[in-house]
C-alpha cells in the first residue's frame, strides 16, 4: 500500500522568504514520487518527479525537491517566494503497475505581500 | 495542446438522480483516470482506463461507472446520487507509459453538488 502524508494543511510565508513543504510517504517498493501545484480553480499541474539517481531533483519555476530514503521524504522548496507561488502543493506516490498515482491531502501556500 | 477538458464544470444534481461527467483529451493518451476531491482531503482515485481497459478501485467499485467510447472520450457515471458524492471530480491522462515524467494531466475539474 502506498499512502503520502503531508503534516501541513497551511503554510504562509511573505514573498521572498524560502520555503519548505512537507512530504512523507509510506511504500516499500521502487520509488516514484512527484510534485502538482494547484492555482485556485485551475487544475493541477507537474512540478517534477524522483525516479532515481540524485536525491535533489529540480523543478518549474525555481522549485526543487530532496528525496530522503531513510527519512521517507521527498520535501519541496524554493529559496525565495514570489506572490504567485500561492497554491496548494500536493505530493504524490506512484503504483508500480500502470501510471496511477496517489496524492496526499495537500498543503495551502500563501505568499503574502 | 497539452489540455483536458471536462465538462459540465459545475453540476448540480438532485438525490437519487444519475449524474454524468464528461472528459475528453486529444493528446492520444493511453491512459485515462477519474479523481474525487473533497474540501481538505486527498485526491481520491476511483477508477482508471488503460486504453480499453477499466480499472476501478476496490472501494469505489460499486459507485461508479465508467465509459470511454474512444481514445478522447471517457465518461464517468453515478446512478444515483447521494449528499455524500458532492465533491469536485478530476480528470486526468497521462502518456504511454507514462512518458519520461509520469506526469498525469488535468483538467480542471467538474463541481458536482447534491441536493
Known amino acids: 500500500t502506498q499512502t503520502v502524508s503531508q503534516s501541513d494543511a497551511h503554510v504562509t510565508v511573505f514573498e521572498g522568504d524560502s520555503v519548505e513543504l512537507r512530504c512523507n510517504y509510506s511504500y516499500g517498493g521502487s520509488i516514484y514520487l512527484s510534485w502538482y501545484i494547484q492555482h485556485h480553480g485551475r487544475g493541477l499541474q507537474f512540478l517534477l518527479k524522483y525516479y532515481s539517481g540524485n536525491p535533489v531533483v529540480q523543478g518549474v519555476n525555481g522549485f526543487e525537491a530532496e528525496f530522503s530514503k531513510s527519512d521517507s521524504s521527498f520535501h519541496l522548496r524554493k529559496a525565495s517566494v514570489h506572490w504567485s507561488d500561492s497554491a496548494v502543493y500536493f505530493c504524490a506516490v506512484r503504483r508500480p503497475n500502470y501510471n496511477v498515482l496517489y496524492f496526499g491531502s495537500g498543503t495551502k501556500l500563501t505568499v503574502e505581500p | 495542446d497539452t489540455t483536458v477538458k471536462q465538462n459540465p464544470r459545475y453540476k448540480l444534481a438532485r438525490v437519487g438522480k444519475p449524474v454524468n461527467l464528461i472528459c475528453s483529451q486529444t493528446m492520444n493518451h493511453d491512459t485515462m483516470y477519474w479523481y474525487q476531491k473533497k474540501p481538505n482531503q486527498a485526491p481520491k482515485l476511483l477508477l482508471f482506463?488503460?486504453?480499453?481497459?477499466?480499472?476501478r478501485e476496490a472501494d469505489t467499485f460499486e459507485k461508479f461507472q465508467s465509459s470511454r467510447p474512444n481514445n478522447s472520450f471517457c465518461s464517468l457515471y453515478i446512478g444515483s446520487a447521494g449528499l455524500e458524492y458532492s465533491a469536485m471530480y478530476l480528470c486526468?491522462?497521462?502518456?504511454?507509459?507514462?512518458?519520461?515524467?509520469?506526469?498525469?494531466?488535468f483538467g480542471e475539474g467538474s463541481k458536482l453538488t447534491v441536493l
Open positions: 486526468a491522462s497521462s502518456r504511454p507509459g507514462g512518458g519520461n515524467t509520469g506526469q498525469l494531466y
Open positions: 482506463y488503460y486504453d480499453k481497459i477499466l480499472n
